[in-house]
């Protein structure tokens, strides 16, 4: 696929739940979470940089071969069942199931935009992200 991709200066809409393999073929990543995008980034920006919780939760999940990295990793445990995408929650969908979800997000839909924090910076940490709560968390080890 890349040799193809370089040849014939091609896009591809890679598709998938594993997370590693994502990371291998990607330049840009989104992650969606019951039907709408959570976060958009580089690779870099989504798997060393997330600041969406969604995505934090997914990479603390990847497993990670190294005992060493495995180690110090916090494994960010959901609670709650997936709503139902027929009838998603009102405000932010991932909200049921956030540890940071507050009155704000049952209330009002949270755009996909560049955090206020980091608008206008450097930072990796600066890319899109769908939530009123936004910043940055390392997942060690992560992908």
Not at 33 to 43: H, R
Not at 125 to 134: D, K, P, R, Y
Request: glycine residues 6%.
């Amino acid at each position: 696929m890349e040799k193809l991709q370089d040849e014939f200066n091609l896009s591809y809409l890679f598709i998938a739940h594993d997370l590693s393999i994502v990371r291998h073929i990607s330049d840009r990543v989104g992650v969606m979470y019951l039907g709408k995008m959570a976060e958009i980034g580089t690779d870099e920006q989504i798997y060393d940089h997330p600041t969406h919780p969604y995505t934090q939760a997914l990479l603390s999940a990847v497993p990670v071969p190294d005992p060493d990295a495995r180690e110090g990793r916090e494994r960010i445990i959901l609670t709650g069942d997936v709503p139902s995408p027929a009838n998603p929650p009102s405000g932010c969908r991932f909200r049921t199931r956030c540890w940071k979800a507050q009155d704000k997000c049952a209330e009002e839909l949270p755009l996909l935009a560049v955090p206020e924090r980091f608008a206008g910076s450097d930072s990796l940490a600066a890319h899109e992200s769908a939530c009123h709560f936004a910043e940055e968390k390392d997942v060690v080890g992560a992908a």
